[in-house]
């Protein structure tokens, strides 16, 4: 789960808001259980061109960025 994910539940908890930390939870493991959207500490993979040449792809750790993650989370709320 994203660290920042985590606090803002932790932070829901503590002001007695279980009903919005739930749904924050919820919404982060929509977007975990997809697995379409993970970050390099989650063990995302992309492929990325080489500088050598455009065509020859490398592996690249992370197919997503933090902000990328944390907008499908905010999506899934609405």
């Known amino acids: ?4 994910d985590l606090s803002s539940i932790l932070i ?3 002001y007695s ?7 924050i939870a919820s919404a982060t493991f929509q977007v975990l259980n997809a ?3 993970k970050t390099a500490d989650m063990g995302g993979k992309s492929l990325t061109p080489t500088s050598e040449s455009p065509i020859s792809l490398t ?6 960025t933090t902000s990328e993650f ?9």
Do not use: Q
Request: proline share 3%.
């Open 12 to 14: 829901c908890l503590n």
């Open 70 to 78: 944390t907008a499908a989370v905010i999506k899934n709320l609405e």
């Open 1 to 4: 789960m994203c660290y920042c």
């Open 59 to 64: 592996p690249r750790a992370g197919s997503s």
């Open 35 to 37: 697995g379409r959207i």
């Open 17 to 23: 808001l279980d009903h919005i930390a739930n749904k």
